[in-house]
């Protein structure tokens, strides 16, 4: 008799870099298609933003001297109040992205019962992960360019700096953010109900930035906080850029903190991950919530 | 051969449904403690964003704060504010948690086999909104007391017979629109939507963070039609300038026309959508 069979298990799934591609794509694909089913939700997050940048907008109207915001130009070193609190409210619908897009979309897939099926699949978390946030972040960004178009149509929005530099310092920002996303991913896995940890981390985090005024507004105490945080230094920069605002630190060194902030973030956000995701296996609470 | 009911509904079986109902609600309520943490935790942040706004707007030197202060009536920009947003958060509140109340049954499945139930079904709408009632005054309270003790605002300083009087006036509107709303939304279904829609023009036209004079004079025709409005400037008027009786007469009067009006547009909503929903078989559908 013969005994001796080949032990070596061949999986039928065929692991590639052009099967982890089209797995991204699926799932960007259905979170597209899902966006798209509801219309009226989809026609209202651009309207959305406005709302909530007209009570900013009264605001600053009613602290305005005849010579424009004097008391704000004396923080940034421009009157334009409006063009500020736009880019700060673009750029801060990025961290709604990291902690909406990422963060609980995971909680809402697990919430679905879909979680643990999907992650039985012959794809890697970072593909579903990396899958789950493209669609996000192409909403966001057509989102965006709407809330732009309104605001260089009726509210006088303008930029006078180079928008490919600002591009470009929003790339690391972007991806530092992105890191910073999936470790918060993991965190939320861990709470039972994370809607006050997301939205409550996602008012604080966008506030401390200083997406709605200059963060040297802050009392003295508060101060180290956005300091702290890589985001602040993205949207100083970027209205520097744009609107030729006074920044916290000489430029170059706020690109740098960025695109340090974007080397620690992406690999440590994705160690935390891959960390929880092994507990979360091991205690067997992927399907529990 | 009579076809009696076996169920004999008196004024004690609503009754008794209305406590259920309410406890029914009280009970889930307790079981998710995160809920409490965001009422404890929400009022305290929750207007530092319009006031580190306003203090950057007034500058380093205060420098613009006597333009506010023409406009607003006091220079106290952070009691303003407060004031504003913590009458929004309530009609916040009340928007997520009683006009969500049917569409969160509807979801669940629950909603078209209570409605079944032979009782009076503004009942089973009424109970929970008791139970919200009594959470969100829990909200307000704290709010009162965490505003004193960490940003210096008494709101009760002035005449509190008063401020209670215009809290009282402003509970059956708030609970008012909160029903209508959650008539709406089991009928247009998407209700994310509906909430930030709804809550944000009660944000723009109430002046809830600055000045209504700021606004061009047809959103200050809007704001007339909205109760709010008239609570918000009048719980600033009394905690803030010490306003008594005879200065915010107008509002009260307001606010009580408003206290008769919005239940009856409420429940006028709320029977229209059971109508619909009886002749259409959508209740269940989401």
Known sequence: MNTDKSTTIHSLSQVTWRSHLRSVGAVAWKNWLHFLRYPLSALFSVVQPIMGLTPLYFLGQSFKTPTGNTGFAAYTGTTDYLSFILLGALLSSYVGWVFWGIAFALKMDMESGVLESNWLTPVSRLALLTGQTLANLLTTTLVNVGILAIGWLFFGFRVNGNVLAALAVAVPMLLALYGFGFGFAALVLLVRDPNILVDVSDYLFSLFSGNMFPVRALPVYLLPIALALPLTYGLDAIRSILLGTTTLLPLAVEIAILLVAMVVLLPLGYAIFWWVERRCKQAGTIGLH | MGSDLIIQRSLRSELRVLWVMAHKEWL????????????????????????????????????????????????????????????????????????????????????????????????????????????????????????????????????????????????????????????????????????????????????????????????????????????IQSIRAISLQGAGLSEIAADLRMLAFFALFMPVLGYLLFRFTERQARRTGTLGHY
């Open chain 2, 28 to 231: 889930i309520f307790r079981r998710y403690p995160a809920w409490v943490m965001g009422y404890i935790i929400w009022p305290l942040i929750f207007p530092l964003g319009a006031i580190f706004t306003a203090r950057a707007l007034s500058g380093p030197d205060a420098r613009a704060l006597p333009a506010f202060a023409a406009l607003a009536g006091t220079d106290n920009y952070v009691g303003f504010i407060v004031i504003g947003l913590t009458v929004y958060a309530w009609i916040n509140i009340t928007l997520w948690e009683v006009g969500f109340h049917l569409r969160n049954e509807q979801m669940r499945g629950t909603l078209e086999s209570n409605w079944l139930c032979p009782t009076w079904r503004f009942s089973l709408l009424l109970g929970p909104s008791l139970t919200k009632l009594a959470t969100s005054l829990c909200f307000l309270s704290l709010a009162i007391a965490e505003y004193h003790l960490f940003f210096g605002v008494p709101m009760l300083a002035g005449n509190p017979t008063l401020f209670l009087l215009v809290l009282l006036l402003v509970i059956p509107s708030i609970y008012g629109i909160g029903i209508a709303f959650g008539s709406l939304v089991i009928r247009f279904q998407e209700a994310h939507t509906m909430v930030f829609l709804v809550r944000g023009i009660f944000m723009v036209f109430t002046g809830a963070s600055y000045p209504l004079a700021v606004l061009p004079d047809w959103m200050q025709t809007v704001a007339t039609w909205l109760p709010l409005t008239y609570a």
